[in-house]
DNA sequence: TTGAAAGCGCTACCAG
DNA sequence: CTGGTAGCGCTTTCAA
């Protein structure tokens, strides 16, 4: 690799000086002269030292970084992909590099070089998370855990996803829409997204004496079949259609053409996760816009809070703020908000 | 963070044996009789030791992680989401981690903690690179670089844009189309790949005496900006549409629908990056498959080809394979290549 | 305001 | 097959 790297003591040597001197002065620490700290570092920057981050990590005990583990079963999803963009730069924030982690399929796991770790929507049996157990490894889920026993984090962060599409029903509703039908993942997208938006949409649907119609989808279906799914499920007398997984309403619209739906008309099209190249900001769709990169940013943000230790004992729940961007049609049917 | 960790020394006085001992049995290094190996391991786990990467590093100077830098000007874009999951599945490949960097908006740069970067699309003005320059990391780009001067890297991987178009074009005029049109991005979004597309369509239009059409838009663009261009875009003597932003295709196929144009009939579309959910697999549109997550993959290889000093002095350029894929209407055509 | 010494946990080297 | 020694480059502590 890189050969006879310059180090501290190759400029303590070349001004005279200690390296601990050197060292104070580069790092801004201890009480140097200003004039020694401006010949430090000038040798610094015309020798080209770099620090040896290693070594820092090394009698620091902090790596400097992050860890994001995105399940294999969503990795494909956009949102998370956002998601993993705003993380970076939560991570930045806290001066820490962002690691991604595809220990999946690794046979002799190594030890995680990262501070702590956010996790998407952890499962009970995720590898991962008992690694990370063993490692101590303090972590963050983002998306709240499933299954039982629960798995053990020290905070979990999520957006209210239950709140948001209960407004959307309402707003639909008051809009005067009486039969609305749910596309969503089948139960290989496990999440607690995911079986949320199931249940509220069941539990509102009794709530209102509504019909259930509800059809689930494997996650990795072809275009082909979720047009199938549209078209079964889009019967004649269904007048909105909520669609969970990102960007599916946005890919309906063809679909509910030819099926000579008029939308906006006589149907209303909801995306439960707006994407932003596709639905955010078309004025024929209703989105719930969760903003997937502030996510990722709150969630690194929450990660450092943990690892200062600012967040006491107990596990931390914090909540995600979410938006409903409503159609023009809604939007002239209800008003702004 | 992680209290009173267990070190190899304190292996070693637990079972009376050297810490030389107790690594090379945990490393599998070294001529370590089995009996004494399993003793290590059991001890290991008993006392839950987890080796300190740090010292590891600071000894073996390796980080045990490459980075990977995708510019902001294309952050958003699925293709470099998918190409990054590559990525990540390339280092697992060399028993590395990924670190993703975020800093472009970074004041006080620390220096990297990886032993290499991939660089896509590399620009000349890019400090992320001057950065990588000074402290002489090894790079490779992804898509060749731009620029004058050239930025200097270690390698190049790229895919074959030009042929790919080429192909397709061909395809479109041996399938009876002679008005074919190109949507694409303006310059800033700068890469050797849209450079490429762009001269690609002028060249091979000169060669075959036929109009140049082409629209270009702005990375930012909105969804009724898109629409607005295909609409003034796609005029009646149009046959063949060519998107170059992917996804594009497919979600232009409402607005040609609506102007009348019937797909597959009297109209060609094709997508010059196929979305896998929504364009490759679809019969009714012609997709230039990269496969990103393939590329990533080989990308991060070729950077483990460099750092194991591989490749020699030279800088070594390297072709991703693409293909292309024919809807429905040329295979029927032309057959299924 | 500066410096000397110690040591973080590991692996390389070489001697037994 | 095993162990002793040295040292990676840095920060910490404490003495000057």
Redesign the interface.
Known sequence: ??RARVTIVDLARELGLSKTTVSDALQGRGQVAATTRERVREAADRL?Y??????R??RT?????IGLYVPPRV??F?FY??F??GA??G??AL?A???????D??HAP??F?V?GAIVVDPLPDDPILRLMA?????VVAAGRPLGDPLPQVDAVIEAPHARLLRAVLDDLRAAGRRRPALLAWDRDFASSWSSDVQATYRAWCAEHDVDVRLQTLPVSS???ELRAAVEALVTPEVDALLCAPQ?LA??S??TL?RLGRDIGADLDLVSLVGD???EI???AITCVDVDPTAFGHEAALLLGEV?AGRTGEAPVHREHAGRVRRSARLRAVLGDD
């Open positions: 690799m890189s080209g770099v620090q040896n981050r290693a070594a990590s090394l005990r902090t790596l400097g970084a990795r494909s956009a992909m956002e993993a963009m970076v730069r991570a930045a001066d590099d962002l690691v991604l982690f595809a220990r399929q690794e190594r030890p070089a501070d063993e490692q101590r490894l303090p072809h275009p082909h960007s946005g890919r619209r063809a053409l932003p190249t596709t900001g078309e004025p690892l």
